[in-house]
């Protein structure tokens, strides 16, 4: 069966699937879970993959709320993952709309058991991943630790926008918490007994944000207190700040912690505090493999999909940061964005609405075409795959 049977093949399984499909995300939609509590989300997911009968699913797969459903044959051909994630945001739901992606990884999924099966035998192995708390500390980070990608050719995933963006900017990104340590004491009547925690969290703050002036472009720095005292009367013993450091480039954040760690320890001293600087965890920055890209941009074109709408503004926008960079750097990943069909921005109550729309399942399923039409070419096209591996092995070092 030639390549373009195949997509076929692939496009008409999606679309059979669809109603679903559909289901599926509106029950996670519904039912938001937080990162590492999504087990509503995974027994939905694993299910519809029994249903729909791939012969290896691996529940609680790394992470209680993790999985791996895997079709195919290594020896017949290259390896796909294929990555999801079902977790969403405090208090606004799907904001990031977190249940299309995860119905567009299972999509790609079914389509390319369908090619399998119309070919009589499989070219090559998916591995659809359900990689929890994409929102805290990334899950994919312990799906990288455990080695799940080491015998990976390319990986990809696809993330709902307000526009379509081929190359999103992605940037590395540490977390960080500093917890401040004083001295309690009544405020009123005995004040110079303490040593004031909350001083030390406000001066740091104020530290930062005075540094953030002489910040190179794309570097960036946003901080709460999760820790600011219990009473007015009471001066506070302890305090705490959280950070999200970001820098485009994953050399730079190291100098970037070096520096809000200066600001840290200056606010201790000033205050008489002691102070514990934590790093939790980074995403690396993501690594768009050209190549797949363009491949992905030809099958998208066929399906009518203009690619990186808007495309000048888009580009010069500072982007957010995602576990998927550290895949890019473990094998070669594509990450494109899809609209829909919504004027608004992700992280907003208006795209938790929009998200839920049965709308966007048209952009959705597309997207998944799109993207199992891809994964067909890499897979049955042996220069193209050599191609994608030569331009990773330059740009990951």
């Given at each position: 069966?030639?390549?373009?049977?195949?997509?076929?093949?692939?496009?008409?399984?999606?679309?059979?699937?669809?109603?679903?499909?559909?289901?599926?995300?509106?029950?996670?939609?519904?039912?938001?879970?937080?990162?590492?509590?999504?087990?509503?989300?995974?027994?939905?997911?694993?299910?519809i993959?029994?249903?729909?009968?791939f012969?290896?699913?691996?529940?609680?797969?790394?992470l209680?709320?993790?999985?791996?459903?895997?079709?195919?044959?290594?020896?017949k051909?290259?390896?796909?993952?294929?990555?999801?994630?079902?977790?969403?945001?405090?208090?606004?739901?799907?904001?990031?709309?977190?249940?299309?992606?995860v119905?567009?990884?299972?999509a790609?999924?079914?389509?390319?058991?369908a090619?399998?099966?119309?070919?009589?035998?499989?070219?090559?192995?998916v591995?659809?991943?359900?990689?929890?708390?994409?929102?805290?500390?990334?899950?994919?980070?312990?799906?990288?630790k455990?080695?799940?990608?080491?015998?990976?050719?390319?990986?990809?995933?696809?993330?709902?926008?307000?526009?379509?963006?081929?190359?999103?900017?992605?940037?590395?990104?540490?977390?960080?918490?500093?917890?401040?340590?004083?001295?309690?004491?009544?405020?009123?009547?005995?004040?110079w007994?303490?040593v004031?925690?909350?001083?030390?969290?406000?001066?740091?703050y104020?530290?930062?944000?005075?540094?953030?002036?002489?910040?190179?472009?794309?570097?960036?720095?946003?901080?709460?207190?999760?820790?600011?005292?219990?009473r007015?009367?009471?001066?506070?013993?302890?305090?705490?700040?959280?950070?999200?450091?970001?820098?485009p480039?994953n050399?730079?954040?190291?100098?970037?912690?070096?520096?809000?760690?200066?600001?840290?320890?200056?606010?201790?001293?000033?205050?008489?505090?002691?102070?514990?600087?934590?790093?939790?965890?980074?995403?690396?920055?993501l690594?768009?493999?050209?190549?797949?890209?363009?491949?992905?941009?030809?099958?998208?074109?066929?399906?009518?999909?203009q690619?990186?709408?808007?495309k000048?503004?888009?580009?010069?926008?500072?982007?957010?940061?995602?576990?998927?960079?550290?895949?890019?750097?473990e094998?070669?990943?594509?990450?494109?964005?899809?609209?829909?069909?919504?004027?608004?921005?992700?992280?907003?109550?208006?795209?938790?609405?929009?998200?839920?729309?049965?709308?966007?399942?048209?952009?959705?399923l597309?997207?998944?075409?799109?993207?199992?039409?891809?994964c067909?070419?890499?897979?049955l096209?042996?220069?193209?795959?050599?191609?994608?591996?030569?331009?990773?092995?330059?740009?990951?070092?």
């Amino acid at each position: 069966m030639d390549i373009e049977k195949l997509k076929e093949v692939a496009c008409e399984a999606i679309d059979q699937a669809a109603e679903d499909l559909a289901k599926l995300s509106h029950f996670i939609w519904s039912n938001p879970e937080l990162a590492h509590e999504e087990f509503k989300a995974h027994d939905a997911v694993t299910e519809i993959l029994d249903k729909y009968k791939f012969p290896q699913v691996d529940r609680k797969f790394i992470l209680p709320t993790g999985f791996r459903a895997v079709c195919g044959d290594k020896a017949k051909g290259p390896h796909v993952a294929l990555l999801t994630e079902y977790d969403a945001l405090p208090e606004i739901g799907h904001a990031s709309g977190h249940n299309l992606i995860v119905e567009s990884g299972v999509a790609i999924a079914i389509a390319l058991k369908a090619c399998f099966e119309a070919a009589g035998q499989p070219f090559g192995k998916v591995s659809l991943l359900g990689t929890p708390a994409e929102e805290q500390r990334g899950g994919k980070l312990s799906f990288v630790k455990a080695q799940v990608f080491k015998d990976v050719d390319f990986a990809m995933t696809a993330h709902p926008s307000q526009y379509y963006i081929s190359r999103p900017n992605y940037v590395a990104i540490s977390e960080v918490t500093m917890h401040f340590t004083g001295v309690e004491a009544h405020a009123a009547e005995f004040p110079w007994e303490g040593v004031n925690a909350l001083d030390a969290a406000i001066l740091c703050y104020n530290n930062v944000s005075c540094m953030r002036q002489q910040l190179p472009p794309g570097w960036m720095l946003h901080g709460i207190v999760t820790d600011g005292g219990a009473r007015p009367n009471i001066i506070p013993r302890t305090a705490a700040l959280e950070y999200y450091i970001r820098t485009p480039k994953n050399r730079n954040l190291k100098k970037l912690e070096k520096m809000l760690k200066n600001c840290v320890d200056g606010a201790a001293l000033a205050t008489d505090c002691d102070v514990k600087m934590k790093l939790h965890s980074t995403f690396l920055n993501l690594l768009t493999n050209e190549e797949m890209t363009k491949t992905y941009e030809e099958n998208a074109s066929r399906l009518g999909i203009q690619t990186d709408t808007d495309k000048e503004s888009i580009l010069k926008k500072l982007g957010g940061s995602t576990d998927v960079g550290n895949v890019s750097y473990e094998v070669p990943t594509i990450h494109p964005k899809f609209e829909i069909g919504a004027d608004c921005n992700t992280h907003s109550m208006d795209f938790t609405t929009a998200a839920g729309d049965p709308k966007a399942q048209k952009y959705t399923l597309d997207m998944a075409k799109a993207l199992a039409m891809t994964c067909i070419d890499i897979m049955l096209k042996p220069e193209l795959l050599a191609k994608i591996k030569a331009e990773f092995e330059v740009e990951s070092q």
